[in-house]
């Protein structure tokens, strides 16, 4: 057996808060003004990057803007980075990447997000589960699109 075969497909080395934000632009009247559960848009993103060989850092990078009414209740962002060893075929790479990686660190970074906004002053912010598979899908897609729309301007 070769040494790649004996080795887990996926480590993960370690998981961090890289970048972390929170603000409360209309503090304190903003307290005042809410009656009940803020809006919440979430925006979500992930990117992977090569660190070395067969070495990785994913990054889940989340912009989260409360709202009441009118008025910016709270801003939060965090970057929560997990660094992976996989011994993969290359063909499995993103997909791992993207979507399985992603999945394992989620409940880290919504736990971190929840605290967050409660700590802040805010009703505890509980994201529902992401569909890490149909985020890629779309990138994918966009991706293609992409690719075929450059290829229709050459010609």
Do not use: W
């Not at 919440?40 to 070395?52: C, M, Q």
């Amino acid at each position: 057996m070769s040494e790649e075969n004996q080795q887990p497909p996926l480590i993960v080395n370690g998981q961090y808060i890289k970048d972390l934000s929170f603000e409360v632009p209309n503090a304190p009247r903003i307290f005042t003004e809410m009656d009940g559960q803020p809006e919440v848009p979430i925006n979500v993103d992930v990117k992977a990057v090569a660190v070395g060989e067969r070495f990785y850092e994913v990054t889940l990078h989340f912009r989260i803007e409360g709202r009441v009414k009118d008025k910016i209740a709270f801003i939060c962002e965090l970057d929560y980075c997990a660094v992976v060893t996989l011994n993969l075929p290359e063909e499995h790479v993103n997909p791992v990447l993207l979507i399985e990686v992603p999945r394992l660190m989620f409940p880290f970074a919504r736990n971190i997000l929840s605290d967050l906004t409660r700590d802040g002053g805010f009703p505890p912010l509980m994201i529902q589960p992401l569909d890490f598979a149909a985020m890629y899908r779309n990138r994918e897609l966009a991706n293609q699109a992409q690719a075929e729309a450059k290829d229709a301007t050459k010609n």
